[in-house]
């Protein structure tokens, strides 16, 4: 199974900060990497895939990039809306599989 | 719009079964492969089982790999999980999500719409 390795596990922000999320995967992926937010009670919301490809009606704030087994997330200018839980996930194979979820909290 | 309800969680003993449905709505159902996901109490992800459109495939985690089966019924436009031979390990909300794929020969993995999810709580 790909294992997918998140950091940091939590980060505190304020509104305006720039966040960067990074994922590793224990091999290459290929393109076959996307990013999930959650917010609490609610199901994830698909927010990236293929990398960088921003999912429709997704703000232009977010965006992914890198390549083989690193890959980052980066929200330009967090929002209040933003604090929220972001997950990575492999769809390179199956299982697909999960990183373990950075919290963003509010500093 | 896209929905997803999924139904039939609760509380049962190990050992024990359940089978959960989830109804969809606002999509060609019969064009998208399905997942289910789930998620522990600790707040970690992990998929769980996907059928493929027409339902000739089917993949699934190694942890529930013989205990639980997928299936689907295109003309109601609903997915099924049967669960047997519960763990207190299988505790969790499952939901079930539509691959964003309508590509019948594969790329799929990318999900993007989810249910609310059910609740699945596995005790004595």
């Known amino acids: 199974d790909i294992q997918m390795a998140q950091s940091p596990s939590s980060v505190s922000a304020s509104v305006g900060d720039r966040v960067t999320i990074t994922c590793r995967a224990s091999?290459?992926?290929?393109?076959?990497l996307a990013w999930y937010q959650q917010k609490p009670g609610k199901p994830p919301n698909l927010l990236i895939y293929?990398?960088?490809t921003l999912q429709s009606g997704v703000p232009s704030r977010f965006s992914g990039s890198g390549s083989g087994t690193d890959f980052t997330l980066t929200i330009s200018s967090l929002q209040p809306e933003d604090f929220a839980t972001y997950y990575c996930?492999?769809?390179?194979?199956?299982?697909?599989?999960f990183g373990g979820g950075t919290k963003v909290e509010i500093k | 719009q896209v929905q997803l309800v999924e139904s039939g969680g609760g509380v049962v003993q190990p050992g024990g079964s359940l089978r959960l449905s989830c109804a969809a709505s606002?999509?060609?159902?019969?064009?998208?492969?399905l997942h289910w996901v789930r998620q522990t109490p600790g707040g970690g992800l992990e998929w769980v089982a996907m059928?493929?459109?027409?339902?000739?495939?089917?993949y699934y985690a190694d942890s529930v790999k013989g205990r639980f089966t997928l299936s689907r019924d295109n003309s109601r436009s609903t997915l099924y999980v049967q669960m047997d031979s519960l763990k207190p390990d299988d505790t969790a909300v499952y939901y079930c999500?539509?691959?964003?794929?309508?590509?019948?020969?594969?790329?799929?993995?990318?999900?993007?719409?989810w249910g609310q999810g059910t609740l699945v709580a596995v005790s004595s």
């Open positions: 999500a539509r691959d964003r794929s309508s590509n019948p020969t594969g790329g799929w993995g990318y999900l993007d719409y």
């Open positions: 606002g999509f060609t159902f019969g064009s998208y492969a």
């Open positions: 059928i493929s459109n027409g339902g000739s495939r089917r």
């Open positions: 091999q290459r992926i290929g393109s076959w």
């Open positions: 293929a990398i960088s």
């Open positions: 996930q492999q769809a390179h194979s199956f299982p697909l599989t």
